[in-house]
Each structure stands twice: as C-alpha cells, then as structure tokens.
C-alpha cells in the first residue's frame, strides 16, 4: 500500500487490527511519502490468532515492512518477519514474550518529538509493554499485550493524545 500526502495534507491511518490465523501468508509493506509540511499518524496491530475462539497461531508466514519518507528522505524503515513455528518465535522473552498482539503508531508531524514524554506517560498509565521513541522528527511507539482488545485499549488514549480528538467510532466497538 502506498499513501502520498502533500502541501499541508493530514492523514491518520488507522485500519481495524490484522488477524492473523494458523497458516496464514502476509506479505505487506506500506510505504508513506510526506511533503515537507504534511503530517501523518499511522497505527497498525497484529493481532496473533483468535483467542476467543480458542484459536492458536502455531505457524504462520509474516513479513510486514513500512517505509516512511519526507520529502524524498528516508525517516523510517522497518520490517518484520517471522516464518514457521510463530508461536515459539514470539514466545521468546526478547520478541514478544508470548503476547497475543503487537502494535506499532508512526506520528510524523512538526512537533512529533516534542510529545515524547507525553506519550510515555500515557503508555506507562495504561500498562502493559510499551516502548517509545522520537528522532528526526516522528514519534514511533510499540507495545505488545495478551490480546488484541487490551492492545487497543492500551494504545488508544495516546492516539487520540496525537489525534486531539477521540477516535473513530469503529474503534471503540
């Protein structure tokens, strides 16, 4: 998928969660081209089979990539890739430590950086693992958590943080 903002343009990218079955084949790479004054806010969860369905992901294969650029310039790579016995590779403590889903929010915006802290608090108040980062100009978060439901709810008070709005309604169902 390829998304391309220009001028002053705001985007916020914030698709249902991914699940992902037993067996299943993702290959997805998102690429986002910003002009210089075009702000972004993307979120995507992987979720890793149907617990309440009593559904495991035992095998699966996953590459997911993104690439964010400014004005031409590459500000964010990333990609993961898991292939096989999913379930014992994000069982290890320095992967996933057996979460059930993970999820990453790319904010791109003039003033990404400055809301660092806020967004650790937010993250820290909402428990669970949760990581945060900002550097040339973005914000990156991740977090992991038991299932796709407490990932949502943990990572939705910083996205409307970022938002300055609530969210869409579809995410609160």
């Given amino acids: 998928m390829a998304l391309s903002l220009a001028g002053n343009a705001e985007l916020a990218w914030l698709p249902q969660p991914t699940i992902l ?17 075009a702000s972004f806010l993307g979120v995507e969860i992987a979720i890793f ?22 004005a031409g310039v590459l500000l964010f790579a990333d990609a993961l890739r898991l292939e096989g016995p999913v379930a014992q590779l ?11 889903a993970t999820g ?10 400055e809301r660092i802290e806020t967004a650790r608090a937010i993250l820290h108040n909402a428990g669970g693992l949760a990581g945060v980062s ?5 914000l990156v978060a991740r977090a992991a958590a038991a299932d796709g439901r407490t990932l949502q709810a943990q990572l939705a008070p910083l996205i409307e943080a970022l938002l300055g709005r609530p969210l869409p309604r579809i995410w609160t169902c």
């Fill in 49 to 70: 089979g149907r617990a309440a369905m009593g559904e495991r992901l035992r095998a699966a294969s996953i590459n997911d990539a993104w690439r964010v650029r400014r």
């Fill in 21 to 37: 079955f037993d067996g299943a084949a993702l290959a997805r790479t998102t690429e986002v081209e910003l002009a210089a004054e």
């Fill in 90 to 100: 994000i069982a290890r403590p320095g992967l996933l430590g057996g979460a059930g």
């Fill in 104 to 113: 990453l929010i790319v904010y791109v915006a003039p003033a990404a950086q």
């Fill in 134 to 138: 900002a550097f040339s100009g973005m």
